[in-house]
């Protein structure tokens, strides 16, 4: 049995088109079920649906073989940055290029941000990308108290909370009606295919089978 974790919504949805490529179809609607296997159309192949941040964990420990999941999500899960295979067990062979956008840093409209990082203030930065702003931060010599948040950040600035944000922005729409200005762009971002170590040593050939399929797809074979 080969089984995938996936989260509901835009992944799922933009992975449909990945997993019909490789002759993979998933038999029931996650929006109109309850259950969290679901069946597909090969009989050793299922998808576990389970939440975007509890996907590495799932394919690091073996309750899934692979995983789709978003790069901010891997980094924050302890993958180093820029790395393929790393402590935390996963493999990452591919760029799936679905979800897309990028994770920026954003204050509110009229904060002087550069004046702020020029004159070594310490910001406030709230965000649910703890490690990712750290990282972004230390690297520009920038001192921040980080403030973890699960969401809603962006009403973080507006109420004094925190000076900045660093959050996902895709069209920029969310920011602008909260009166946010994106300042910095940290990273591109995108979802990722992940693999447990394990379980391609012990499955090797269904597993490269599916890999080699979305490969073809996204164009990196
Ligand atoms: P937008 O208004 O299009 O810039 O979208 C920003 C909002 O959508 C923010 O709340 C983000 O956290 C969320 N968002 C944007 N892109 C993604 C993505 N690829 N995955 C998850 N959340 C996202």
């Given at each position: 049995?080969?089984?995938?974790?996936?989260?509901?919504?835009?992944?799922?949805?933009?992975?449909?088109p990945l997993l019909k490529a490789a002759g993979i179809e998933v038999l029931d609607d996650p929006d109109k079920t309850?259950?969290?296997?679901l069946a597909?159309?090969?009989?050793?192949?299922?998808v576990v649906l389970v939440r975007a941040t509890d996907v590495p964990t799932y394919v690091q420990y073996g309750?899934?073989?692979?995983?789709?999941?978003?790069l901010d999500t891997l980094l924050e899960h302890g993958m180093e940055w820029g790395g393929a295979a790393s402590s935390t067990g996963l493999y990452q062979p591919l760029d799936l290029q679905i979800a897309k956008c990028r994770i920026s840093v954003a204050v509110?409209?009229?904060f002087d941000y550069a004046a702020a990082?020029?004159?070594?203030?310490?910001?406030?930065?709230a965000t649910k990308y703890v490690a990712i702003a750290r990282e972004f931060f230390a690297a520009k010599g920038v001192h921040v108290d980080l403030i973890k948040l699960y969401g809603s950040m962006e009403l973080a600035p507006l109420t004094g909370l925190a000076d900045a944000i660093v959050d996902l922005v895709s069209t920029g729409n969310t920011l602008k009606a909260?009166?946010?200005v994106e300042v910095e762009h940290i990273m591109d971002i995108s979802s990722r295919?992940?693999?447990?170590?394990?379980?391609?040593?012990?499955?090797?050939?269904?597993?490269?089978?599916?890999?080699?399929?979305?490969?073809?797809?996204?164009?990196?074979?």
């Open positions: 049995m080969i089984t995938l974790a996936l989260s509901k919504g835009r992944i799922f949805d933009e992975t449909l309850r259950k969290l296997i597909t159309n090969q009989p050793d192949v299922r309750g899934a073989d692979l995983g789709i999941t978003g509110r409209e009229g990082v020029r004159q070594g203030s310490r910001l406030t930065v909260n009166h946010l295919l992940v693999v447990n170590q394990a379980a391609l040593k012990l499955k090797r050939e269904p597993i490269r089978r599916i890999i080699d399929a979305f490969a073809g797809v996204v164009g990196q074979k």
